[in-house]
């Protein structure tokens, strides 16, 4: 597959050419699951991980995943057969079109790996880090040439499954650059949101965040149990958040009123909720609890069977929402 891009007149970066080749820097988790994604979307992957036996590892996850991109539909020439591998970054980054880079989540250690990229890669090519957390003026301290094309491009797991992408620029990331990712992304087969301005984890995983605060407290003071507040989320409100996000969920749960009338009728209880919800830290005794609870709520089932079934669901509901034209 070939997507070109285009850039906006005026800007810092170099006008880019057509994206035929993704680079893929590291082949943990997340970058195993990138370079599955972009070979089922038909791009040339070339990929790299110091790591021994990484070359071996990532083949072998590609073609785990590849029964899922099947079902999911692959484009039109893909497959595993173009993956390669470098044996080190420069040289992965050196002919790619894109960059996702995907190493650990220390800033020393994305200082290194980014002057490495800014140093091999072509100045027109956007490097994306799918960091979690890390800002992306904090990455780019990295790249002394070219900071201008460096944004967080974060997915989440499974990223050959699931398609949300969060586009985020630092301060010195060029506008049309985050407009390019944006396309690209969108092109590949995602559903890219575009942050105005950087956060520490983004907007999703703050969402996150600040849902496990709260599951957190509940077992810490002992209101329900892992499992049960477990299945609160996944037999209620989770069903409704797999299909709309929360604001149009409440809308919804206004009837002809819409969010307004939620607003009007349960804004004043909601407040009071809030006052309510728990500050927690993580102590070794509620990491201690928290783990005992997840390990009684799964106990004798097997972790493969599991992920397999997780994505089984998640692929039939990807299918149904794409039948859905009227879902946002």
């Not at 810092?12 to 050419?17: C, E, L, N, S």
């Not at 038909?42 to 590849?66: I, K, M, Q």
């Not at 004043?268 to 709520?297: C, F, I, K, N, Q």
């Not at 004798?300 to 990807?318: E, I, S």
Request: hydrophobic content about 45%; aromatic content about 4%.
């Amino acid at each position: 597959m070939t997507v070109r891009i285009t850039s906006s007149p005026g800007g810092r970066a170099p006008k880019p050419g057509p994206v035929a080749t993704v680079a893929v820097v590291g082949t943990g988790v997340i970058g195993a699951g990138w370079a599955a994604h972009f070979l089922g979307r038909g791009f040339d992957v070339v990929a790299t991980d110091p790591a021994p036996g990484a070359e071996d590892r990532l083949r072998a996850d590609v073609a785990a995943h590849w029964p899922t991109l099947i079902r999911l539909g692959l484009a039109e020439g893909a497959s595993q057969d173009r993956l390669s591998f470098a044996t080190d970054a420069g040289t992965a980054v050196s002919e790619a079109d894109f960059v996702q880079e995907n190493g650990p989540e220390r800033e020393d250690v994305k200082h290194r790996l980014f002057g490495v990229l800014d140093e091999a890669a072509r100045p027109e090519v956007i490097l994306a880090s799918s960091s979690s957390g890390l800002l992306p003026s904090v990455i780019a301290q990295g790249c002394p040439k070219h900071p201008e094309r460096v944004v967080v491009g974060h997915p989440f797991n499974p990223p050959h499954v699931i398609p949300l992408v969060e586009v985020v620029p630092g301060r010195e990331t060029a506008p049309e650059v985050v407009d390019r990712a944006v396309e690209f992304y969108t092109a590949a087969g995602k559903r890219p949101i575009r942050l105005t301005r950087e956060v520490p984890g983004h907007v999703a995983n703050r969402l996150q965040a600040a849902l496990w605060q709260e599951a957190y407290s509940l077992v810490q003071r002992g209101v329900a149990t892992v499992a049960d507040i477990d299945a609160a989320i996944a037999h209620g409100p989770g069903l409704r958040w797999a299909v709309l996000g929360p604001f149009a969920n409440q809308h919804l749960s206004g009837g002809a009123g819409g969010l307004a009338h939620v607003l009007r009728h349960l804004g004043p209880p909601t407040e009071e909720w809030w006052r309510d919800l728990g500050r927690v830290h993580l102590t070794p005794e509620l990491a201690e609890s928290l783990v005992a609870g997840v390990d009684a709520e799964l106990a004798g089932t097997d972790h493969d069977r599991l992920v397999a079934a997780r994505d089984a669901v998640l692929d039939r509901l990807l299918a149904a929402k794409a039948a859905q034209p009227d879902l946002p």
